[in-house]
């Protein structure tokens, strides 16, 4: 086997690269953190957070020393293995482009030819297309570093399962460690990092790097199917008049071969990762000459669960009302507003002609730029201060929502049953 892994470079200080080096470092690993933006770079080195994520600043005083950053790519030199955690923007057809990954990899490569260097350790943690590492990514690097994967170098394929909001425990106390490796010597030295890493005993899957990307992506589609089949059902049971989705939904998940997890009335997944992750494998199957009707169907559910909503809304509103959207952000403790429920609502209120007033206990105008265009309610209403609305709107179910009170003439829409 080759050498341990205990110096590891971070590539992309973003939300999740900033907290994985914070980890690690904290978990005992000697980590430098390497991004083209200077003021990330400055903030690690001054041990502050560059990402506004719960517990990162205090992961990155637990780190110390141990936590350094540089904007230079040749920093990796120093390190045994280097992982990736750059953006991988979706692209029209579905696909995801690997230009950032790229630009992110060859400099280091080159570098690692440079000084003649042998076996370092190249993990892609950003999620990529399925065959993209193999016919993109790892040629690249064979080419720039002049050598073979495996010989030369080793690769792995190594995404985290994560949700903004709880990335430090995630990263710490995963239910899976997904590795795909380019060579059994590759797999051996990322499950021995994990071992030392994770605080529990996360099942470690290792399998070819293809198999790994098509893991990645399946296991989010299938948790965005279980959510759509939930909105399904909340929307058929609502045209019933003695039904209850929550009862309907407790029963339902007592099968121990479905669950209760991800199982709950309410809206629309979105975010970062779910959405596009599920229209990927409908990408894959294509390229493949099939189809994947499952993930089509439950992106198509996803979309009519916000829209049902609108069109609720809009039955009893007209054009000058005011209304008012609460929880932008696509899920509570996090302030990202992408492809949330919350957002797609209140832009469609807008587009109806409706006053839209909008508040998030994380989500503002400063750090969610889409919010602009909305009146921003710094605080929570008094029950005197929402009689000016028509509709109140429950979108991401923040627990601060389940005890507001308003006037019996304000219609409030609440998908998630908080308030029952």
């Known amino acids: 086997m080759r050498s341990e892994l205990?110096?590891?470079?971070?590539f992309g200080l973003g939300k999740l690269g900033a907290c994985l080096a914070a980890t690690l470092a904290q978990r005992g690993f000697d980590v430098v953190g390497i991004d083209v933006n200077p003021e990330s770079v400055r903030r690690i080195n001054a041990g502050e957070a560059p990402v506004e994520e719960p517990l990162i600043a205090e992961t990155i005083t637990q780190a110390g020393r141990r936590l350094r950053a540089s904007s230079d790519p040749a920093a990796a030199l120093d390190t045994e293995a280097s992982f990736f955690i750059v953006p991988?923007?979706?692209q029209a057809d579905g696909s995801f482009s690997n230009e950032f990954?790229?630009?992110?990899?060859?400099?280091?490569?080159?570098?690692?030819?440079?000084?003649?260097?042998?076996?370092h350790l190249f993990v892609v943690s950003s999620t990529t297309t399925p065959g993209a590492c193999r016919k993109v990514i790892i040629p690249l690097i064979e080419q720039e570093i002049g050598g073979k994967c495996g010989r030369r170098f080793g690769f792995a394929y190594n995404p985290e399962f994560i949700a903004l909001g709880n990335v430090i425990r995630g990263l710490l106390a995963p239910d899976l460690v997904l590795i795909g490796e380019s060579d059994r010597d590759t797999g051996d030295r990322l499950q021995a990092l994990y071992e030392v890493y994770n605080t529990n005993q996360p099942?470690?899957?290792?399998?070819?790097?293809?198999?790994?990307?098509?893991?990645?992506?399946?296991?989010?589609?299938?948790?965005?199917?279980?959510?759509?089949?939930?909105?399904?059902?909340?929307?058929?049971?609502?045209?019933?008049?003695?039904?209850?989705?929550?009862?309907?939904?407790?029963?339902?998940?007592?099968?121990?071969?479905?669950?209760?997890?991800?199982?709950?009335?309410?809206?629309?997944?979105?975010?970062?990762?779910f959405p596009r992750d599920n229209r990927l494998v409908s990408y894959a199957a294509?390229?493949?000459?099939?189809?994947?009707?499952?993930?089509?169907?439950?992106?198509?559910?996803?979309?009519?669960?916000?829209?049902q909503l609108v069109q609720q809304a809009m039955a009893c509103l007209r054009p000058g009302d005011a209304v008012a959207v609460l929880g932008m952000a696509y899920r509570p403790d996090t302030y990202i507003v992408e492809e949330s429920a919350g957002l797609h609502v209140a832009q469609a209120l807008k587009r109806n002609g409706c006053r839209v007033s909008v508040h998030d206990f994380a989500a503002n105008p400063q750090n969610s730029p889409a919010l602009l265009e909305f009146e921003t309610l710094d605080r929570l209403p008094s029950p005197s201060q929402s009689r000016r609305w028509k509709a109140v709107l429950i979108c991401c179910p923040w627990p601060g929502y389940a005890k507001l009170k308003f006037p019996s003439s304000v219609r409030v829409f609440d998908p998630w049953g908080m308030r029952a």
Do not use: W
């Open 203 to 273: 099942r470690i899957a290792r399998m070819s790097v293809t198999s790994a990307e098509l893991t990645k992506i399946s296991i989010n589609s299938y948790i965005t199917a279980k959510i759509s089949f939930t909105n399904q059902l909340r929307m058929i049971a609502g045209q019933y008049e003695d039904t209850d989705i929550h009862a309907i939904l407790d029963a339902v998940g007592a099968d121990s071969r479905i669950g209760h997890k991800y199982l709950r009335a309410g809206l629309s997944y979105g975010g970062p990762c």
């Open 286 to 307: 294509r390229q493949v000459g099939l189809s994947a009707p499952l993930a089509e169907a439950t992106d198509l559910v996803n979309e009519q669960a916000k829209q």
């Open 88 to 90: 991988s923007p979706s």
């Open 101 to 119: 990954l790229m630009r992110a990899i060859a400099p280091v490569a080159r570098a690692i030819r440079k000084a003649r260097k042998k076996d």
């Open 6 to 10: 205990k110096r590891i470079s971070v």
